[in-house]
């Protein structure tokens, strides 16, 4: 979630954040507009009804 709010924030770009993820540009993108609209619960993957995107955002974050 960190590297999202980088994203935002504009301290890292979308491409670099896509690399630290293992996505791409375009999810990033995605995954950005989702938190800025509806927050943490907009990074939940509502087509699996799974909290994956946001588990590998989380484990992600300790990177920062």
Same mark, same amino acid.
């Given at each position: 979630m960190n590297i999202i709010k980088n994203v935002i924030d504009k301290r890292i770009? &979308? =491409?670099? #954040? #896509? #690399? /630290? /993820?293992n996505l791409s540009p375009?999810?990033?993108y995605r995954l950005t507009k989702q938190y800025l609209k509806?927050?943490?619960e &907009? /990074? =939940?993957s509502h087509r699996r009804a799974s909290p994956v995107t946001i588990t590998i955002l989380i484990n992600s974050s300790n990177m920062f």
């Open positions: 770009s &979308g =491409i670099d #954040a #896509a #690399a /630290l /993820l375009r999810q990033v509806h927050g943490t &907009g /990074l =939940i």
